[in-house]
């Protein structure tokens, strides 16, 4: 059964086919069977140009459990980037570390390590 879970986004950034980068201009996000992946029902991330042609596209299938973690790693480096860019607008100071209540990326990278 399809879902008809299709969410679309402007997506300023870069994406990558083959050895060749190309502008983006929009992101779908969908929640339907896999196509390529050996899985069920998965959220799909597809990253598109659609000026380019057809295979200015890059494409993810995660389980929706990736999907979650996925959005929690963006939350938390959003948060800590936009504490990062108001210590630089506020104070003109960078601020070296984490934001308060978040992990450093050496903490990150050492806490996937353990895992």
């Given at each position: 059964?399809?879902?008809?879970?299709?969410?679309?986004?402007?997506?300023?950034?870069?994406?990558?086919?083959?050895?060749?980068?190309?502008?983006?201009?929009?992101?779908?996000?969908?929640?339907?069977?896999?196509?390529?992946?050996?899985?069920?029902?998965?959220?799909?991330?597809?990253?598109l140009n659609t000026a380019l042609g057809a295979d200015a596209r890059a494409?993810?299938?995660?389980?929706?459990?990736?999907?979650?973690?996925?959005?929690?790693?963006?939350?938390?480096?959003?948060?800590?980037?936009?504490?990062e860019e108001a210590e630089v607008r506020g104070q003109g100071v960078r601020?070296?570390?984490?934001?308060?209540?978040?992990?450093?990326?050496?903490?990150?990278?050492?806490?996937?390590?353990?895992?």
């Open positions: 059964m399809c879902t008809s879970i299709v969410e679309i986004a402007r997506a300023e950034g870069m994406a990558k086919r083959g050895n060749e980068w190309f502008p983006l201009a929009q992101a779908v996000v969908a929640y339907d069977h896999a196509r390529h992946a050996p899985l069920g029902d998965v959220i799909t991330l597809d990253f494409g993810v299938e995660l389980t929706l459990e990736t999907a979650k973690e996925l959005r929690a790693a963006l939350d938390r480096a959003i948060a800590a980037a936009e504490f601020y070296g570390g984490a934001a308060p209540g978040r992990s450093t990326p050496l903490e990150i990278g050492l806490s996937l390590v353990e895992k």
